[in-house]
């Protein structure tokens, strides 16, 4: 594990999130619209023809903890004959699917699966994603009752909120912490050069063993997979990282489908717009992304977007006197890259069309791009 920056726990030992759903029901009532009422005494809920019981409340980390273990797993891999890893995931589905991270399974020789009844069963990696850390496994237990954990909307996470994390920090399985959202919307770099964007920021303790677990609301729905640490000393230091669950929607049926997710790309690099920039370039902002070059052949220089050709050097720093400078996508306002990859992961696909507004020397333009797969 690495001194310092960002830390991914789970090469050695991953984390499980275990969360219980748990309400007793004291009674049954029909009310004068045929609806089905159903309260513990306390709440009073109304049962859909389909859906099921609506939560309106939060259960405690008690009730999360006992109802969820069941859908926790213990993720065992061997690479070689004497490198082997421990990591955890969750159950997705009733089909025997488990999400994990990519790099507990990363160049796996053998995966298993182990069950809290202590049922173990050899793993198929099914598709994996390196840029945003998800990994499906297909497992076919004969004498184990499945229990898929429901996944939650992560874009309704308030910074504040109270969620829950369980698995095995250091191979203590089924250990439980719990914090708050400290943020939402963070980039998380990668080895493949590329950032997990959208990332949750939590305080609840996770330590090397907590990746692939799930991250879990007061609901008891998964809101996030736990991927990485922040530390100078590889262990807990208040900083835990997860990827949101509504990429987990959109990425893993993709996974299980096709085996891979093809990411939308631009083909640009460049850098945040700054106070002193904005000066320099008598911007009345200091928002926005600064295009400093253009990838030949990518979807950018088909849309016409310029970067940077001429620089000037003040203060003891270049400052980029051209370039397009990126204010708006699709009508939202671009603050920082992040608001542009953030888009890109929840909105936007392969083929989308996406409309940037840019400052060209003072001239808003705006420019239709055709976004393509990213190369690998």
Known sequence: MANNGIIVGGVIATAAIIFAVFVSFNSITNNDSNELIVTNGNYGETVGEVTGVERSYEY???????????????????????????????????????????????????????????????????????????????????????????????????????????????????????????????LLPQETGYSIPD?????????????????????????????AIQSATGEFSGIGFAVPS????????????????????MGISGTDVDPELAEVRKLNSSKGFLVVSVIEGSPAESAGLLGVTETKEMDGREFPLDGDIIISIDGETVRKISDILVHLQREKSVGDEMILSVNRNGEILELTMILEERPQ
């Open 199 to 227: 990332v949750i920021q939590t305080d609840a303790a996770i330590n090397p063993g907590n990746s692939g677990g799930p991250l879990i609301n007061m609901k008891g729905e998964v809101v996030g997979i736990n991927t």
């Open 60 to 186: 405690s980390l008690i009730d999360i903890f006992e109802k969820s273990e069941e859908s926790i797993v213990q993720v065992s891999v061997l690479r070689g004959e004497s490198d082997g890893g421990m990591g955890s995931g969750f159950v997705y589905s009733d089909e025997g699917y488990v999400i994990t991270n990519q790099h507990v399974v990363q160049d796996a020789e053998k995966v298993m699966i182990t069950f809290l009844d202590g049922e173990s069963y050899i793993g198929n990696v099914v598709g994996s994603d390196r840029d945003l850390d998800i990994a499906v496994v297909k497992v076919q237990p004969t004498n184990t009752y499945l229990q898929p954990i429901k996944i939650g909307d992560s874009s309704e996470l308030k910074v504040g909120e109270k969620i829950a994390a369980i698995g095995n920090p250091f191979g203590l399985s089924g250990s439980m912490t719990s914090g708050i959202v400290s943020q939402m919307g963070r």
């Open 246 to 265: 509504n990429t987990v929607k959109k990425v893993v049926p993709v996974l299980i489908e096709d085996g891979e997710f093809k990411h939308p790309w």
